[in-house]
């Protein structure tokens, strides 16, 4: 059930809160695009602005579990790793 239903339109449903926006009941695509994320409101704006930082967060969170998994490994299996960083191999 929508949680605006019995709302008429063009109420106001709240503020965006990464920019203030007025997030109304519409058929606006700001208003329409909106979420409701753990109780922050996110106008559509915000939401498409933040495309690229979440793919790029996306990318680097991929990484790191790779990387970490890989440490994983050569731990289990030789008691030491290579640091990606420094090249060295270091003890666990």
Same mark, same amino acid.
């Given at each position: ?19 203030? !926006? ?12 909106? +979420?409701? *994320?753990? %109780?922050?409101? #996110? ?17 680097? !969170? ?12 050569? +731990?289990? *299996?030789? %008691?030491?790793? #290579? ?10």
């Amino acid at each position: 059930m929508d949680e605006n239903e019995f709302m008429h339109e063009g109420g106001l449903i709240g503020r965006c809160s990464i920019c203030s !926006y007025k997030i109304r009941k519409s058929k606006g695509w700001q208003d329409t695009a909106s +979420i409701n *994320k753990q %109780g922050k409101k #996110v106008c559509g704006a915000c939401l498409y602005e933040l495309i690229n930082p979440a793919k790029r967060a996306e990318k680097l !969170y991929a990484k790191t579990v790779k990387l970490t998994g890989k440490k994983e490994q050569q +731990i289990e *299996k030789h %008691g030491i790793w #290579v640091n990606p960083e420094t090249g060295r191999i270091e003890r666990a």
